[in-house]
């Protein structure tokens, strides 16, 4: 509201004279608040009129004042094409520039007017704006978010067990071609309820206007109720850097993450993810992607791997109702253990992610999104000695609802199903959760 009673002040100050009884119009229907009602009088104008610089203002005023300040700007150009020196166009350039999140060229156009010494009255009103954009840009330099997230749910599943110890028994070769394994020394599927609480923060701050600096971290924790063993918490932290050039971006960052397991250190992951974005459009975007991550456990050595992973994806929105998202990725790469005689953990992968969203309103948002991994492992599995490949198959679908300004209530649903040749990995497993969320 401060931006527009301030360009509202300098359009009252240097408003041009206009003699065409057409242009009277539209001008008072503007100062009326009645800016569409202006367009549609000089939009039929057009092909006619575009090139008259009178014209050309109030045409690019109106669909300003209407919201479309992509348009607008054509008209504003039009007109300063033929006349450099017209201030109130100029003036309204400045506060396009604006609208569509421009604040350097705003900046620019200001200043012109002030090199041209208009009267005080819109060198003060000027000088003003440009104190404003000053704060606006400092906003913009340096992004700090922050949230917390509380909730709890049901998880039928905690340890990705097989769900029936007979038929698992049943389903397993004898150990070493010789023992059968007995169906009592199997551990089945344990199901509990869970409380969760997350927190993160991220600052982004813009070096200059192609280079942005990043800094993330995540903290989760999740206790299970009456399964102290399986209570895990994490801490994510990334920092990095992103360079844009036009419609490109190249990202890079530096991952670091701590996994705990029933309060005890369990694992350490280390990584690199380099990433290229490019725009195809305003509303699509096609990316690419490799990431290198060291996986160090803290009991389990053996385990210790290095992990390599390649991928495309695109992401589109869709100008149609609730503004529907939605985006699709490819990946693939391979885990190798560091250990030689753990090779049955190594691994080759390929994966399929998919996923969108729909705004109902304001107020509401669902997510959906599916993903299929297919591991093909390097050597046969233990005592088992039998090769070993699975499918994991991962269905998503959550909410958000927005209660208040900071504070959404978002339910999900997870159903995950790791589809093994080894029966005694062979698992399913569903996750039902309520979150609430409150965004600092």
């Known amino acids: 509201m401060r931006f527009q009673a301030l360009f509202f002040a300098l359009m009252l100050a240097t408003t041009p004279t206009l003699a065409d009884d057409v242009l009277q119009q539209a001008d008072t229907l503007i100062r009326q608040q009645q800016a569409l009602q202006a367009y549609n009088l000089l939009a039929p104008l057009e092909d006619e009129r575009a090139g008259d610089p009178k014209y050309d203002y109030l045409l690019g005023l109106s669909l300003l004042e209407s919201g479309d300040p992509s348009s607008a700007i054509f008209a504003f150009e039009r007109c300063l094409t033929i006349e450099p020196n017209n201030g109130p166009c100029r003036v309204q350039i400045a506060r396009t520039h604006l609208a569509i999140g421009e604040t350097p ?8 007017i002030q090199e041209y010494n208009p009267p005080a009255e819109v060198q003060a009103l000027v000088s003003q704006f440009l104190g404003t954009i000053n704060t606006i840009e400092k906003q913009q330099k340096r992004q700090i978010t922050a949230y917390v997230q509380v909730g709890g749910g049901y998880d039928s599943n905690i340890n990705n067990a ?5 038929k698992t028994a049943a389903a397993l070769p004898p150990i070493l071609g010789l023992f059968k394994i ?3 020394s199997i551990s089945t599927a344990e199901e509990a309820s869970f409380a969760n ?3 993160g923060a991220g600052v982004q701050y813009k070096v200059n206007p192609k280079l942005t600096a990043l800094a993330d971290i995540a903290l989760q924790n999740r206790s299970y109720i009456d399964h102290n063993e399986s209570n895990y918490q994490s801490a994510d932290i990334s920092t990095g850097a992103a360079y844009s050039v036009n419609r490109s971006q190249w990202i890079g960052k530096i991952n670091y993450q701590n996994m705990w397991l029933d309060s005890e250190n369990y694992r350490d992951v280390v990584g690199l993810l380099g990433q290229y974005q490019y725009a195809l459009s305003d509303l699509s975007q096609l990316s690419a992607y490799g990431q290198y991550n060291q996986i160090r456990f803290d009991q389990l050595s053996a385990r210790d791997a290095d992990r390599m992973t390649l991928g495309i994806a695109y992401s589109r929105a869709l100008e149609w109702q609730y503004t ?5 990725s490819v990946y693939g790469g391979s885990e190798n253990t560091k250990d030689s005689a753990a090779d049955q953990y190594s691994q080759d992968f390929a994966g399929l992610r998919a996923g969108g969203a729909l705004q109902f309103n304001k107020h509401c948002k669902l997510t959906v999104g599916l993903s299929v991994e297919q591991r093909d492992f390097q050597a046969n599995f233990g005592l088992f000695n039998m090769p070993r490949e699975e499918t994991q198959y991962d269905i998503s679908i959550g909410s958000a609802y927005k209660m208040a300004n900071r504070f959404s209530l978002q339910p999900t649903y997870t159903y995950s199903r790791n589809d093994s040749n080894i029966a005694l ?3 399913t497993r569903h996750v039902v959760a309520l979150d609430l969320r409150i965004d600092l």
């Open 105 to 112: 060229n705003a900046r620019a156009e200001l200043q012109t």
């Open 162 to 166: 097989p769900a029936d110890a007979e």
């Open 182 to 184: 007995s169906a009592s």
């Open 197 to 199: 609480i997350n927190a």
């Open 324 to 328: 529907p998202v939605f985006y699709t």
């Open 425 to 427: 990995i062979d698992s």
